[in-house]
T-cell receptor
Framework: AQKVTQAQTEISVVEKEDVTLDCVYE???????LFWYKQPPSGELVFLIR??????QNEISGRYSWNFQKSTSSFNFTITASQVVDSAVYFCALWGGSQGNLIFGKGTKLSVKP | SQTIHQWPATLVQPVGSPLSLECTVEGTSNPNLYWYRQAAGRGLQLLFY??????ISSEVPQNLSASRPQDRQFILSSKKLLLSDSGFYLC???????????FGPGTRLTVL
């Protein structure tokens, strides 16, 4: 069965703190894709990153970084020096080769306070 | 570049009334299209997806239906709304199954 677990329901930090959002996935497929999306208060889901199962290199984009570890089935997302504009719900998602659709985690609500 | 539109942005409807939400994609052809619902608990629930005109797959049996009358148009409908239909409805597109899904701005539906 395919599953995505985001154990952190809500996280609150103060501006400039670093914060890591956890994502653990389950799949029996050898080829799969992992995603992170951001949902600001406006509601639209904004795509952040896509990673395939054969690429375990960590990725950095500005203040955002992603740590993909197949050994622990995790794809964690770190925001460095958080800002108020980072306040949103963040979703991790999985597309496995044997399924036709994207499986989403339940999301982590991040609140960054000034 | 591709863009995805949804309308209306917000909708307040009485119980038992019909529903029609529209989603259109520009800048691509033969996309896969998806309808999701997000209830107050934040989780995303896939309702329908379509790989082509007239081809609809339903993920969750309920009083909603979907249609794809044109290549880049996806419509979500109901003949009689229930209170439980309230939520945030998101349309998404992708070129192929494993590609990134891109989402529209969403429609916030309140059924009273």
């Amino acid at each position: 069965a395919q599953k995505v677990t985001q154990a952190q329901t809500e996280i609150s930090v103060v501006e400039k703190e670093d914060v890591t959002l956890d994502c653990v996935y389950e799949t029996r497929d050898t080829t799969y894709y992992l995603f992170w999306y951001k949902q600001p208060p406006s509601g639209e889901l904004v795509f952040l990153i896509r990673r395939n199962s054969f690429d375990e290199q960590n990725e950095i984009s500005g203040r955002y970084s992603w740590n993909f570890q197949k050994s622990t089935s995790s794809f964690n997302f770190t925001i460095t020096a958080s800002q108020v504009v980072d306040s949103a719900v963040y979703f991790c998602a999985l597309w496995g080769g044997s399924q036709g659709n994207l499986i989403f985690g339940k999301g982590t609500k991040l609140s960054v306070k000034p | 570049s591709q863009t995805i539109h949804q309308w209306p942005a917000t909708l307040v409807q009485p119980v038992g009334s019909p529903l029609s939400l529209e989603c259109t994609v520009e800048g691509t052809s033969n996309p896969n299209l998806y309808w999701y619902r997000q209830a107050a608990g934040r989780g995303l629930q896939l309702l329908f997806y379509s790989v082509g005109i007239g081809q609809i797959s339903s993920e969750v049996p309920q009083n909603l239906s979907a249609s794809r009358p044109q290549d880049r148009q996806f419509i979500l409908s109901s003949k009689k709304l229930l209170l439980s239909d309230s939520g945030f409805y998101l349309c998404a597109w992708t070129q192929r199954e494993r590609d990134t899904q891109y989402f529209g701005p969403g429609t916030r539906l309140t059924v009273l």
